[in-house]
């Protein structure tokens, strides 16, 4: 695209530019949005330019364009001119003397804005772009940088690194974002939390949404708080500093907002990955689900096989490595390493499937050669002190000058410091001085124990929960630049930046964590560059432009249908906001899971166009008795969710996560869906007076047409016998069998009722007259009894599901 110089003479056709007096406008356009400055550099119009609406809030403190802050206090210009001849913006800071350039840009789509030139950079900490305020609140793309309504889209893009999207409200550069384990319960989140929110590229507000972008200052250490300590020390990092910091601004209808984005990312040189050849945000693929199976060389065509039984194109591998740092494969399932698994994705694309493999990110185990026998001097340190005295190397309690970074417990896994080549744990540190470390373990990691001299640096290592260490910026940058190497020798092509948050360790937040997977991304090859998929434990501004999409909900928590299923669901509306492909998630293929819970699942993943991961074996799908069904299911689902076979209103109905559905095979390009309605009910073991009843009744409604009830029978803590089932008080069934725990007696219509055992695998059959379950249309009393062998806590589980009339879905 065509950049266009802003001088005057161009500019009048979209501003008028005088330094007389403060009631001046100056318009700049971006795109479809003209961004109105008086002549201090306030904002003072934020205009959709066809339909002359306006969208800056009007607040009594209009922000400007550009703050820089100094000592902590943030100052705002009080000039604003434009340098004759030339696209660039004079701004003063007359509190601190201080006179800035900002060159502005025209492209077709957006404007840009940089600081090109500044006095005094280096008592200037940072500086901040905005915040625009604008009175949309309909629609916060926090993530992303998008706030829209129906009508109109207002965008701000970092155009660099070191610019961040977002406040500097955290001096680390940390990001705000929900914390699924800081809820109340891992199982769900919907005490805890209405909508969630990660970044504040775009934040909302009670006016409306704001809009900002800063670049900070990296050329001296400081002591912030970070990775769950009040003190931490954020090296020096050279970056070139402020200047160079720069944004893209835009306006646009919100169908335009990605192909604005994609205009400026191919504009702006910024990352553009493809899929197929097509922009991964866009394309289809994008959201495909895979299987998650551990796999080896002896292994892997069983993988493969069972992947493309269920239709599947991905197979990611949950955990390969036996060290990270240096990423080292298992020897035993991988006994050449990496050349191994290079065998193993060659296996795979002979059959057109892709493999991947899970990462933690700059997570550093005790075992890797980055730890032992000498620790390297990259490992992220929360701060340092000095050795009060010589040491041998068998003292168990260590003098230190200064505790500040040593006393810090709150997350303080390892205990570990390092003095020269030596890793040394410690209990405690003493609560008065002289600081004492307390009770250390010499050599520790297998390090050598060794003698030290008085004022010798000791340094307290950071690390995670998980019981690794972690990595400074260098350090982070070149274990990231080792998986590029083990992703283009391998050909592996798919990725999750898991733990991306131990990045943090770098003292720099959110920028750690770019600067990382941007090791990553630029140290790739083209050909597994132009054709990955790749998600994170986090998400990020610039970081937006590299992943592919995020994946988060675990199966581990509860039952299928249970494990944080509000999380998942409200990850969808998150995922829209920001323009992510959607995804569900992972879940857990056990051999106990229902053909009707997979169904479940896969009815959400096309109402919401969202993938999924399916975490199984060859071993459990064979011990499940409908083993085979399921990955058809799952074989026939995502060939019509990727094809685009349901209707819009078809997806709206299967978002109710009470309603299920069955899709059935008609033709290759063709399936029948039918809606089911289903309710779910608990007869309890009762104690009554002799004589009075036991039974259970319940209210059920078929809102379909007259048909066979059919049903799923199952215990809990009990085995039951003499079942009987009455409907409406006329109609009546006995079972002639017992249901013992964790067996399945399930009906789906026609002359027999089948028992199952706990995986799903038939034990027999009995015989049954469909005549007497038939509900018509309407309100049913559903009167259910049985006989228990325990006497407490025991209950007979009834789901009961009635069919509606099958729909066409097809490819067109």
Request: aromatic share 10%; proline share 4%.
């Amino acid at each position: 695209m065509k950049a266009t110089t802003l001088r005057i003479a161009g500019i009048c056709l979209f501003a008028v530019f005088t330094s007389c007096t403060n009631n001046t406008e100056n318009f700049f356009p971006a795109g479809n949005l003209n961004i109105g400055f008086d002549s201090e550099g306030k904002i003072t119009g934020l205009i959709d330019a066809d339909k002359n609406t306006e969208y800056a809030y009007p607040s009594n403190d209009p922000k400007s364009i550009l703050a820089i802050r100094v000592n902590g206090n943030l100052e705002y210009p009080t000039s604003f001119d434009i340098k004759e001849g030339e696209e660039t913006i004079m701004l003063s800071y007359p509190k601190n003397g201080v006179e800035a350039e900002v060159t502005v840009i025209k492209k077709e789509r957006y404007l840009t804005f940089e600081l090109t030139s500044i006095t005094k950079e280096n008592d200037i900490e940072l500086v901040l772009w905005g915040p625009f305020e604008t009175n949309i609140k309909e629609t916060i793309g926090e993530t992303v940088g998008v706030v829209r309504n129906k009508d109109f889209s207002i965008g701000i893009q970092a155009l660099n690194k070191r610019t961040l999207g977002g406040y500097p409200s955290d001096e680390d550069d940390s990001t705000p974002s929900f914390d699924i384990f800081g809820t109340t319960s891992l199982v769900d989140i919907s005490d805890s939390l209405n909508i969630l929110y990660r970044g504040h590229t775009a934040l909302p507000k009670e006016y409306g949404s704001s809009l900002q972008a800063y670049t900070r200052n990296r050329d001296k250490d400081r002591v912030v708080r970070a990775m769950g300590h009040d003190n931490y020390v954020a090296p020096a990092f050279n970056d070139e500093g402020i200047v160079g910091s720069k944004i893209a601004l835009f306006g646009c209808t919100p169908k335009e907002v990605l192909n604005t984005l994609e205009a400026i990312e191919l504009g702006e040189g910024l990352p553009h990955p493809t899929i197929d050849g097509v922009w991964s945000k866009r394309a289809v693929s994008a959201t495909s689900a895979y299987l998650i199976q551990d796999f080896s060389t002896s292994t892997i065509e069983d993988a493969i096989s069972l992947t493309k039984k269920a239709g599947l194109q991905y197979l990611y591998h949950s955990g390969p490595f036996s060290n990270w740092g240096h990423f080292d494969l298992h020897e035993k399932a991988f006994p050449e390493n990496w050349d191994s698994m290079k065998e193993c994705v060659e296996k795979a694309e002979q059959e057109e499937i892709k493999l991947g493999a899970h990462t933690l990110s700059n997570f550093i185990t005790t075992n890797d050669p980055y730890v032992t026998p000498i620790p390297d001097e990259r490992l992220a340190k929360v701060g340092s002190s000095v050795l009060v005295n010589d040491i041998n190397g068998e003292e168990k309690n260590i003098e230190i000058k200064d505790p500040v970074f040593f006393n810090q417990m709150g997350n303080n896994s390892l205990h570990a410091v390092v003095v020269g080549e030596e890793i040394i744990r410690y209990e405690s540190v003493s609560e008065t001085a002289p600081w004492v470390l307390l009770d250390c373990q010499r050599g520790a990691f297998g390090t050598q124990a060794s003698s030290h001299k008085k004022s010798d640096t000791i340094s307290k290592l950071a690390d995670h929960a998980y019981k690794t260490f972690l990595t400074n910026m260098d350090l982070g940058i070149e274990t990231s630049k080792r998986l590029a190497d083990l992703y283009n020798k391998t050909g592996l092509k798919q990725i999750s930046f898991d733990g991306l948050e131990g990045n943090y360790s770098t003292g720099m937040g959110a920028y750690g964590e770019l600067l990382f997977v941007d090791a990553w991304y630029n140290n790739l090859e083209a050909e597994v560059k132009n054709d990955y998929i790749m998600d994170a434990s986090r998400p990020g501004h610039y970081f937006w432009h590299m992943f592919t999409r995020m994946n988060w909900g675990e199966p581990w928590y509860a039952g299928f249908r249970e494990s944080q299923t509000s999380y998942r669901l409200l990850n969808q509306d998150y995922f829209r906001r920001n323009f992510i492909p959607c995804m569900l998630g992972w879940f857990s293929m056990r051999d106990n899971t229902s053909l009707e819970d997979i169904e479940w699942m896969l009815a959400r993943s096309a109402a919401f166009d969202a993938g999924y991961a399916l975490v199984t074996s060859v071993d459990l799908v064979n011990k499940n008795g409908f083993g085979d069904e399921i990955l058809d299911k799952i074989k026939q689902w995502e060939k019509a969710r990727l094809g685009g076979a349901f209707t819009d209103e078809q997806k709206k109905r299967m978002e109710n996560i009470n309603d299920e559905f069955s899709l059935v095979k008609v033709s290759d390009n063709s399936w029948s869906l039918t809606p089911y309605s289903v309710k779910r009910f608990e007869h309890e073991y009762k104690v009554r007076q002799p004589g009075e009843p036991v039974w259970s009744v319940f209210d059920y409604e078929n809102i379909f047409s007259s048909q066979p009830m059919q049903f799923i029978l199952t215990t809990k803590n009990t085995t039951v016998s003499g079942i009987s089932i009455e409907i409406d008080d006329f109609k009546r069934i006995d079972l002639d069998t017992s249901i013992q725990i964790g067996e399945n007696l399930k009906y789906d219509g026609g002359k027999e009722v089948v028992l199952y055992d706990k995986s799903w695998n038939r034990i027999k059959s009995i015989p049954i007259d469909s005549e007497k379950l038939i509900v018509s249309t309407g309100n049913h009393k559903i009167k259910v009894d049985c006989a228990f062998s325990a006497k407490e806590e025991a209950s007979l589980k009834l789901e009961i599901k009635t069919a509606g009339n099958p729909e066409k879905v097809e490819i067109k």
